[in-house]
């Protein structure tokens, strides 16, 4: 009989284990077994584990050109497993900071911070933000908007072609406060946000 006693409850395991044939035995867990012999070593994961601290973005499919005779899917089970590494995706930011950037930002925090300790909540009611961003021009109708009535006799399928979005584009600018938005400006083609805009 086998038993996964990891999915029992406590009380269900305590009640079910006196009833058991275990033979003597007081481990649950599996014994070592014969069987096909594993093909990781501590020399391999050392091996690997270099590999991948030589070249952080390579796949398994690159490394298992350089270890042919293990599979992909052994090599997996290691880099993710054994070694415990995990694939990461790049953020795209709209640049790289300089070092004066970061400085610069961490003096701006560094007095906001103070400010906080200061005035404290009133502080933060009083921080406008903004942020601009392009959007799409578009006047399609919804399927709700486009919905129409007709007698029994009607045709009961009206078709129309699905609209797409236009290649026109406008800037949309927004500038918030802890309580509401403030300002929505949508630019016009062609101008530029400056001191007086």
């Known amino acids: 009989m086998l038993i996964d006693w990891d999915r029992l409850g406590v009380q269900t395991s305590l009640e079910f284990y006196p009833l058991c044939e275990l033979d003597g035995r007081t481990n649950i867990h599996d ?54 590494y995990r694939k990461f995706c790049a953020r795209w930011v709209p640049e790289m900071l300089t070092e004066i950037h970061k400085t610069s930002r961490m003096g701006a925090a560094l007095k906001f911070l103070s400010r906080y300790h200061t005035s404290g909540e009133d502080f933060l009611n009083r921080i406008v933000t903004g942020d601009e961003t ?32 236009s290649a026109r ?16 400006e949508f630019m016009t ?9």
């Open 31 to 84: 014994e070592s077994r014969s069987g096909r012999p594993s093909v990781v070593s501590a020399d391999l994961i050392k091996e690997i584990d270099e590999k991948i601290r030589l070249l952080r973005n390579f796949t398994i499919t690159q490394l298992s050109e350089h270890l042919p005779n293990i599979s992909r899917t052994v090599l997996y089970e290691t880099v993710a497993g054994k070694l415990g």
């Open 134 to 165: 392009w959007v799409a021009h578009v006047n399609a109708e919804t399927k709700q908007q486009f919905m129409a009535w007709g007698h029994t006799g009607s045709p009961t399928r009206l078709r129309k072609a699905r609209q797409t979005l």
């Open 169 to 184: 584009k406008l800037m949309v600018t927004v500038f918030w406060d802890a309580q509401r938005i403030l300002l929505i």
């Open 189 to 197: 083609r062609g101008t530029t946000i400056n001191s007086e805009i």
